[in-house]
């Protein structure tokens, strides 16, 4: 396996993004994002999926092509949550959802079940279990998604799915740190800004979040929610204060940080890329997610790459970014 220190330029940046794309095969568009780009992941949406041939076909073409061009294997992702959130359809497993799970069993059932579909088409990652928890009583965005509103039983629910997934050689992603259960407000179109401070994130959020982390999840998606008391300017998901100081340095996470889809408008709508990126690199963010076609993800390769050439504390942070993102490959991928 490649060291961190082996890779171009190029391989640094393009390793850094995590990608979606159009089509249902190995197409010009997938070339361009492995061979030029060098990306180091792709997530699948209903977009690309046609069956469950053609999807193994997709991702064991696109892993064949990354070895061909000389990068490192790519991580493969989808979301698969179950319920509302559930990408393969059938002849794939249906679930009802995190909320309807009642018992350990279930969500033992549920993991193990998915990590077996998964493994059969090749795909290495899923952006599940979602470890958000609503308020005791009121609305919540994530009502249809979460496990409940008792954080020690999301807790509990979260682990035996990250535990599950990853016994069985899939890489879990807990979401959306620090939590949106308290959100109403829906960031794919805006920006919800939640008016709470740590300690209360600490006295209810935080808790499935920390217990993931015991479990040694894989990766943890930063949510797009600014929460205005820690960070005034920055949405987590490109705040320093939430990944580097909250999630790196106090709480002692070790593994990926992801952005959620920087393409959503809770970003998109206003902030600019080239901020952006400086503001992942800073705060110690392995992975950006740009899951729609279109010229943001070219931009943000040339905006990493630059960064990295010419500063030399960002090229540090870098390094420590490419080291975890290529541990986790030898980890789950070289199998």
Not at 106 to 117: C, P, S, V, Y
Not at 162 to 179: D, R, S, T, W, Y
């Amino acid at each position: 396996m490649m060291q961190a220190r082996d890779l171009t330029d190029s391989q640094k940046a393009g390793q850094r993004l995590m990608v979606g794309f159009t089509g249902t095969d190995l197409n010009d568009e997938l070339r361009y994002a492995i061979d030029t780009l060098q990306v180091g992941g792709i997530i699948l949406f209903s977009r690309n999926i046609l069956s469950p041939e053609q999807i193994r076909d997709l991702c064991g073409d696109a892993q064949d092509y990354a070895v061909r061009c000389g990068q490192p294997p790519l991580f493969v992702a989808i979301d698969q949550e179950g319920g509302v959130v559930a990408r393969l359809k059938p002849p794939f497993t249906q679930f009802a959802g995190n909320p309807a799970m009642t018992s350990p069993a279930d969500a033992i059932a549920f993991a193990r079940t998915t990590a077996d579909e998964l493994n059969r088409i090749g795909v290495n990652m899923n952006m599940a279990p979602v470890l958000d928890v609503p308020p005791p009583e009121g609305p919540s965005v994530m009502l249809e998604r979460a496990f409940g509103r008792d954080p020690q039983w999301v807790a509990r629910m979260g682990r035996l799915v990250i535990e599950a997934l990853q016994n069985n050689g899939i890489m879990a992603v807990g979401k959306h740190f620090p939590g949106i259960g308290r959100t109403v407000l829906d960031s794919h179109k805006d920006l919800p800004d939640l008016e709470i401070d740590l300690e209360t994130l600490r006295s209810r959020d935080l808790i499935p979040f920390e217990a993931a982390i015991q479990s040694e999840v894989s990766g943890l998606m930063l949510s797009h929610i600014r929460y205005t008391r820690i960070d005034p300017i920055w949405p987590a998901s490109i705040s320093t204060t939430m990944a580097g100081d909250l999630l790196r340095d106090e709480i002692g996470y070790e593994g990926l940080v992801l952005t959620d889809d920087l393409d959503m408008g809770a970003i998109a709508k206003y902030y600019a890329l080239p901020d952006i990126v400086t503001q992942c690199l800073s705060g110690t963010v392995d992975l950006l997610l740009i899951c729609h076609t279109g010229p943001n993800i070219e931009a943000a390769f040339h905006a990493i790459r630059h960064a990295i050439q010419t500063d030399d504390d960002l090229a540090q942070l870098s390094h420590a970014s490419l080291a975890r993102i290529l541990a986790a490959k030898e980890k789950f991928l070289l199998d």
